[in-house]
């Protein structure tokens, strides 16, 4: 294994001072001078023959998990076999995370053995995290010269917000009217559409009076009024966050949020104030790991700049509505929001929060905390007790 050879900072220091020593011991012919600067040069070079010859040395590096939740554990793993008979190997490694140099400790490597050494990735921040090059660095004689190899390519890990343990939708809410003014339960399933029919659809589906009149076979969209909506409104203006913290708080709690309730076989959709995300998700269709749609838009959401266009959620989603903001935002368009549903919450995430962290405004209530383990044991003792 051979690569880039370069003078360290002392190795470059010692040079100079060699050729400087060498030159004054010629100028005023002093032998030994001049001497101990031709002996500092050539220690020099010796150190970079030590470096010149490859080093007999395979080795691979490999990250796991790719996907990984903020502050969970993600390890890179380096395998070194040393090729040698004779000679152990020292070297050192440092890889790139996130453009950050992280130290890597390696063992010196016995002739003939194989080392493995794991080291942990720090996952605090969220997004796609690039991992790599990994640089292995052999040093010379007195560690003046030294001779760096790069290896393995850049891989990403996609590190989604966490999702803490929290309840899934009040217990009693049903389903209603979609696009009512009242909300009212009704029993047996709504038709909230239809479209053309796939194969594989349920025969039973069939809306036969809409497709005799197209002469195209159209399929039932039913909603079960078990499974009411859960619409989560994450607010995503920078203005409404004192600190970024805060809003990594409000990120988690829509993603747990949103997670419970799809665990429970609820349809959710996401929304974000600033218009950047709108996803809805189906009854029954959470994904895992990279598949998971709400996982994924949440890990690379960020604060937006103050947008004055107005949002709103769909009426089909309004059976229960939580509005996830910070203490700096402005109130009242969101309790207006969270006040159309048939269950309204607004939660704030206030680290000044003291006194009664839960308060009513008409039908909406408002729960502040100053983190999101708060405001997850909040949720699960007023909301879906």
Not at 199 to 212: E, I, N, Q, V
């Amino acid at each position: 294994m051979t690569g880039r050879i370069r003078l360290t900072p002392r190795g470059g220091g010692v040079v100079g001072l060699g050729v400087l020593l060498a030159g004054l011991g010629f100028w005023w012919r002093y032998p030994g001078l001049a001497g101990l600067g031709v002996a500092f040069v050539l220690m020099v070079a010796v150190a970079v023959g030590t470096v010149v010859t490859p080093a007999r040395v395979r080795a691979a590096r490999t990250v796991r998990p790719r996907t990984v939740h903020r502050l969970g554990a993600c390890t890179g793993t380096l395998e070194l076999t040393s090729t040698s008979r004779r000679l152990p190997v020292q070297l050192d490694a440092v890889d790139s995370v996130g453009g950050a140099p992280f130290s890597v400790d390696v063992p010196p490597l016995a002739p003939g053995r194989t080392t493995a050494v794991e080291y942990r990735i720090p996952t605090a921040r969220r997004g796609v995290l690039p991992i790599g090059p990994l640089l292995l660095r052999r040093r010379g004689l007195a560690g003046l010269a030294d001779s760096t190899v790069e290896l393995g390519s850049i891989v990403e890990v996609h590190v989604v917000p966490r999702v803490l343990p929290v309840r899934g939708l009040p217990a009693g809410v049903r389903r209603g009217h979609v696009g009512a003014d009242e909300r009212v339960e009704r029993g047996g399933t709504d038709l909230v559409g239809l479209r053309e029919y796939v194969p594989g659809d349920d025969l039973r589906r069939l809306h036969w009076a809409t497709s005799a009149r197209t002469g195209t076979l159209m399929v039932r969209e039913d909603a079960d009024p078990a499974r009411p909506h859960l619409a989560v409104v994450l607010d995503d203006r920078a203005a409404a966050f004192a600190d970024p913290d805060s809003f990594e708080d409000a990120v988690e709690l829509a993603a747990s949020l949103l997670t419970a309730a799809m665990a429970d076989g609820h349809p959710v959709r996401l929304l974000s104030v600033s218009g950047a995300v709108d996803l809805e998700v189906p009854a029954g269709a959470a994904g895992t790991g990279d598949a998971d749609p709400v996982l994924t838009a949440l890990a690379d959401i960020a604060l937006a700049a103050e947008s004055s266009a107005p949002f709103s959620v769909p009426a089909r989603d309004l059976d229960v509505v939580a509005v996830v903001s910070g203490a700096a935002a402005d109130p009242a368009p969101l309790m207006l929001e969270a006040g159309r549903a048939s269950v309204g919450v607004v939660l704030v995430v206030d680290p000044a929060t003291d006194g009664v962290p839960m308060s009513a405004v008409g039908s909406v209530l408002v729960l502040r905390a100053p983190r999101v383990e708060d405001l997850t044991g909040l949720w699960d003792t007023v909301v879906a007790r």
